[in-house]
């Protein structure tokens, strides 16, 4: 049986998200295989995968941050918001110059509150949106918080424009080419999405389905805690607290989540400061 760990995959265009679990879990021999953020069959890119009790870290994985390249398409509205929908209006960009698209992708930066894109995987009434929307249904979801850490605009030539982002998990990039062009009066949709990172994993260590079935491995979980959490070793006592799940007399050396870890090196669990104590978020041992 494979060890439990993360995979990190870069996935091709015209694949869901399932379809790169399924394959994962063909590869691994194991039913337990779970991803962390769903990217649109479009996209390309980063999704992190948890194989056997690594599946637990997915959660908390998903509260990191994201980055990715795209293509924006002024000129046209979709019903989707991405290439992959039908058009629903047009408007020529020619009046556009590029300074006041720039202005207008600077709105986007910072806390703002953003409507999802319709087709999105988000839950209404126990359905998802995208789903109800394939079934005829009109879907309407309410604004949220998000964070557009950095936008970085590489490109504007009319009607396409190419940024990169850097954002809060949750945020819709499609979201944002809609929103663009519904600022500049002409409508916007996305035509080309890249994943190029998810909290600390990036391009450089995600591998294509195909290099995964020449030698498949995984990167193992006490290796991907230490990647993506402040660590706190621990000395045997406490070690032995954490492994039935008890909280600890411990101030942790940060703000949120804590991967622990016994003094031989073995990843116990992740923990959170409460009060003057720390207490286990998640125990895998």
Known sequence: MVDPGLVVVD??????????????????????VGHAGTLDPMATGVLVLGVERATRLLGHLM???KA?????????????DDAEGEVVSTASTDGLGEDVVRRALARFVGDIEQVPTAVSAIKVDGQRAYARVRAGEQVELSARPVTVHELVVH???LPDVRISVRCSSGTYIRAIARDLGADLGVGGHLTALRRTAVGSFD????????????????LPIGDAARATFPVVDLDDAQAAHVRFGRPLELVLPGDGTHAVFAPG???????????????????FV
């Open 63 to 65: 509260l990191t941050e």
């Open 11 to 32: 996935k091709a265009p015209g694949m869901t998200s399932h379809d790169v679990v399924s394959r994962v879990r063909r590869l691994a021999g194991t039913r337990k």
């Open 155 to 157: 490109e504007v030539a």
């Open 68 to 80: 990715y390249d795209a293509t924006i398409r002024l000129g046209a509205s979709t019903t989707t």
């Open 265 to 283: 090196g073995e990843f116990l669990a992740l923990y959170e400061q409460r009060g003057e104590r720390a207490k286990p978020v998640a125990v």
């Open 203 to 218: 391009l450089s260590v995600a591998r294509t389905l195909e290099h995964l079935a020449d030698g498949f491995a995984v």
